[in-house]
């Protein structure tokens, strides 16, 4: 089963840090995503990456930033932490060519506070 | 840009009874999704559909898509309580997911 692994259940941070959310995935997948669930909103598109070092950004882009240095890892980067950027984050992944689906982390519960 | 509508956002039916959750897309979509989201959970995979005229079953779960329309229909039959959850639909363009609103159903004895 391919596994797509986000390296934190929940984190809490101050308004003003620095946060990265990890996802690594094991099954040598182009695509890579990161999602943003609220209540009342349903699941926002922040960034994607479609190849290593590459990256497009998403619907709700603004705040954050993201790396793909690697093509199992893809990080997003919330550079100065803000509390409306509370939220539950998903990480998915999926290989090129149709009729393959999305495979999605666990997520992360941030709390900015 | 693609928008996806799911109705109904809420539902609570009884045991043993069928209903249909419909989503709309506002523009063509490459592949149609559905998943399934227990609380506090991630997303689990349940359907992709390909073509216009798919239908896919996985035991209580049938789903359908009519590309003309712009409609897929997640179909339940003989509700049991393990089906309470969130259902989500979703659309791609390209590459992007785009996800309809979500359905919360509630399955009671």
């Known amino acids: 089963d391919v596994k797509v692994t986000q390296s934190s259940r929940y984190l809490v941070k101050r308004t003003g840090e620095k946060v990265f959310l990890e996802c690594v995935q094991d099954?040598?997948?182009?695509?890579m995503f990161w999602y943003r669930q609220d209540p009342g909103l349903g699941l926002r598109l922040i960034y994607f990456?479609?190849?290593?070092?590459?990256?497009e950004k998403g619907d709700i882009p603004e705040g954050y930033s993201v790396s793909r240095e690697k093509k199992e890892r893809f990080s997003l980067i919330l550079e100065s932490a803000s509390t409306n950027q509370t939220s539950m984050y998903l990480c998915?992944?999926?290989?090129?060519?149709?009729?393959?689906?999305?495979?999605f982390g666990s997520g992360t519960r941030l709390t900015v506070v | 840009e693609l928008k996806v509508e799911q109705n109904p956002l809420f539902l609570s039916m009884q045991e043993g009874k069928n209903y249909t959750i419909y989503c709309n897309y506002s523009?063509?979509?490459?592949?149609l999704y559905w998943y399934r989201q227990d609380p506090g959970k991630s997303l689990e995979s349940l359907f992709v559909?390909?073509?216009?005229?798919a239908v896919k079953q996985e035991g209580r779960l049938m789903a359908s898509l009519d590309t003309k329309a712009r409609l897929s229909t997640l179909h339940i039959t003989a509700a049991v309580h393990d089906l309470s959850a969130t259902y989500f639909c979703?659309?791609?363009?390209?590459?992007?997911?785009?996800f309809g609103e979500g359905t919360q159903l509630t399955v009671n004895p």
């Open positions: 998915a992944s999926r290989p090129v060519g149709a009729g393959y689906g999305y495979t």
């Open positions: 099954m040598d997948h182009e695509n």
């Open positions: 990456s479609y190849d290593v070092k590459m990256k």
């Open positions: 523009t063509t979509s490459d592949r």
């Open positions: 559909l390909l073509s216009n005229g």
């Open positions: 979703a659309g791609t363009s390209g590459s992007r997911l785009t």
